[in-house]
């Protein structure tokens, strides 16, 4: 299976409590983290020359390809944790946004548009053809001296796409999504979330369980809700994807017991409502 992923990898800065941790992050770097173990995986982002090498060379290392395009800045978000799942967000420096013809439109399994800092334009996403997951992070926010805020977003471009992903805040930003996507999914961190599939809702109960921090639990909600429901159905999916992120966020490693994750998710909570 071969799946495109686009959009900024990040130099994310995490602060928690005194705990200050540099590493490479952006929700392309977790979403292709999490498909590596299951996908021909290839990253398209921008990053400046300032960014460390050792952590490209560990995406590539996991047999991940990665299209670098120039940019004279990298992404760099300060991350300030107030608890596991409340955080501050500051963008420090932001690359260069993609240009229409920088994107291939290809045969792709999965395309997984994935922004961080409205580098994706709304003209990119129309262009795109074939099954398009996209998560709303990247297209609803506003900078406002480094201060990361939510910006009322015109959404019809996310008709394109067959999964749309946005946590409660973000989904609220969303003017006029028409044509609904095929599943949107709506996460509230560590409570209960909310699917429509086909126009039918959905309550889902992620799995409750004690985790240092949540970067990329969105970002990894995606990915594998994109991998699963490309081969199952919609329930089979859904469940499969919360139990999976569980292990991820858990572990923090792409690799843990496959099969205890499936076994899991037949514990899942998933009721139409
Ligand atoms: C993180 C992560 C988050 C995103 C942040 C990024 O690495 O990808 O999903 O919200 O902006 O710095």
């Known amino acids: ?19 200050r941790i540099e590493r490479i992050g952006g929700g392309v770097y977790y979403s292709a983290l999490v498909l590596s173990p299951f996908c021909d995986v290839e990253i398209i982002t921008k990053v400046g020359k300032d960014f460390p090498k050792e952590w490209l060379r560990e995406l590539k290392e996991r047999g991940i390809w990665i299209t670098l395009l120039p940019s004279k800045y990298t992404t760099t978000y300060e991350l300030r944790y107030l608890d596991e799942n409340t955080r501050i967000l500051r963008l420090l ?3 260069d946004s993609f240009r229409v013809s920088e994107i ?16 994706i334009s709304g003209e990119i996403v129309k262009k795109m053809r074939g099954f398009i997951s ?34 409660v805040n973000e ?19 560590a409570d209960r979330g909310e699917a429509v599939y086909r126009g039918e809702r959905y309550h889902f109960e992620p799995i409750k369980m004690s985790v240092a921090e949540t970067t990329g639990a ?21 469940k499969m994807t919360v139990s999976f992120t569980a292990f991820f966020l858990k572990y923090r490693t792409p690799f843990f017991d496959f099969d205890e994750a499936r076994e899991n998710a037949k514990n899942v909570k998933v009721e139409k409502i």
């Not at 291939?104 to 580098?119: K, Q, R």
């Not at 926010?141 to 996310?158: D, I, W, Y």
């Not at 995606?222 to 429901?229: G, H, N, Q, R, V």
């Open 1 to 19: 299976m071969k799946c495109l992923i686009v959009g900024h990898l990040t130099h994310d800065i995490i602060l928690r409590g005194n705990v």
């Open 218 to 238: 969105g970002d990894s909600f995606l990915a594998y809700f994109s991998y699963f429901y490309k081969q199952y159905p919609f329930m089979k999916a859904l």
């Open 134 to 167: 996209i998560d709303v992070q990247g297209f609803v926010r506003s900078f406002e001296n480094g201060k990361v805020g939510l910006k009322k977003t015109n959404a019809s471009f996310l008709s394109n796409a067959k999964i749309v992903h946005a946590d």
């Open 104 to 119: 291939p439109t290809d045969n792709w399994d999965i395309i997984l548009l994935n922004p961080v800092a409205n580098e």
């Open 93 to 95: 420096s932001k690359a």
């Open 171 to 189: 989904f609220e930003m969303l003017d006029e999504i028409d044509n609904k996507p095929e599943v949107m999914l709506i996460s509230n961190g």
